[in-house]
């Protein structure tokens, strides 16, 4: 969502509130329902032998918004068998269901046409009742955080791609470990930014390998004669017309709402707390909160 600014200005407060509005009609947004049967037939014929489907995928993701609401599995189970009694539903799942179905969800992010130039950065989320197994697991210093890593599109203003740390890491190395194997994916990847904190020669190197345009801040005593010649080129740019040149070259202001207007907008509407007790619960709710935002912006968008 976008943010109002701190005065009124130009802004078209009807088209925000509007959006604010739409928000509770995606919560109930059941047009899945008409295409119920038509989905778990093409669900069960790529199905491994077993037990068959019951409620298709997009039950489960409309629970899984719910659930990145703040709603409880018993809760979402009585919301659940409630639209079921009133006819909006040919079937109720239980809790146990629910919840299994959650966590077995492969949360794709959608991903823009045309070129992508990324931005990157990480937050971290408070983990409440798994906090204590996290401590005894990989000792105090894990002070009961998770780490989030995503790649923000400045122009839609969405997550493209999302990691989850359990233990706080490097971001450059989520970076690149995304870079590596999420390729394919970003092959309209035209260009890649981020803060100081990924300044390392060798990502400079896999960008300039893969002829990606780089808007990464590099350390304000940083030489020119690195074992980078893309880094070389852009710290050349900004020490010889400024920070203020170099930053509107590259468009390193486009990081802001690629990433920390991103964080912003998903603590404010989930959160930013993690209830789940195992390490699998912690990354799906953590990762939950994210896909839950990118779908709902886009909806009351559209």
């Known amino acids: 969502m976008k943010r109002p600014p701190s005065r009124p200005g130009n802004f078209n407060w009807r088209e925000y509130n509007d959006s604010l509005v739409k928000r509770g009609e995606f919560l109930l947004d059941l047009e899945f329902v008409e295409n119920w049967d038509k989905e778990l037939l093409e669900m ?57 179905r959650i966590n077995a969800l492969d949360f794709q992010f959608d991903i823009p046409e045309g070129e ?21 697991k990989y000792g105090k210093e894990n002070r009961r955080w998770t780490q989030v890593v995503i790649l923000g599109d400045p122009v839609t203003k969405e997550p493209i791609m999302v990691r989850v740390n359990i233990v706080q890491g490097s971001e450059v190395k989520t970076v690149k470990e995304i870079l590596t194997e999420e390729g394919l994916k970003l092959k309209e990847m035209a260009g890649f930014g981020g803060d100081g904190g990924f300044d390392e020669i060798e990502l400079w190197n ?37 920070h203020g040149v170099w930053a509107y070259s590259v468009g390193y202001g486009r990081r802001w ?30 990762l939950l909160k994210f896909w839950a935002y990118q779908k709902m912006k886009r909806f009351c968008e559209n």
């Open 206 to 242: 896999t960008l300039d390998f893969r002829g990606i345009k780089s808007a990464i801040k590099p350390d304000k005593n940083a030489t020119e004669h690195s074992k980078s010649a893309l880094r070389n080129c852009k710290v050349s740019i900004r020490n010889r017309a400024g």
């Open 44 to 100: 069960n014929k790529k199905k491994r032998p077993g037990a068959r489907f019951e409620y298709p995928n997009s039950l489960i993701k409309l629970q899984a918004i719910w659930k990145a609401c703040g709603l409880p599995l018993r809760t979402i189970e009585g919301t659940t068998n409630q639209l079921r009694k009133l006819g909006e539903l040919p079937a109720k799942n239980d809790h146990s269901t629910i919840g299994r």
């Open 257 to 286: 709402p690629a990433t920390e207007g991103i964080f912003s907008a998903v603590k404010r509407m989930f959160g930013e707390q993690l209830h789940a007790r195992s390490e699998a619960g912690i990354v799906t709710e953590a």
């Open 116 to 136: 992508l130039f990324l931005f990157a950065d990480g937050t971290g989320f408070q983990v409440i009742e798994g906090g204590e197994y996290l401590r005894e």
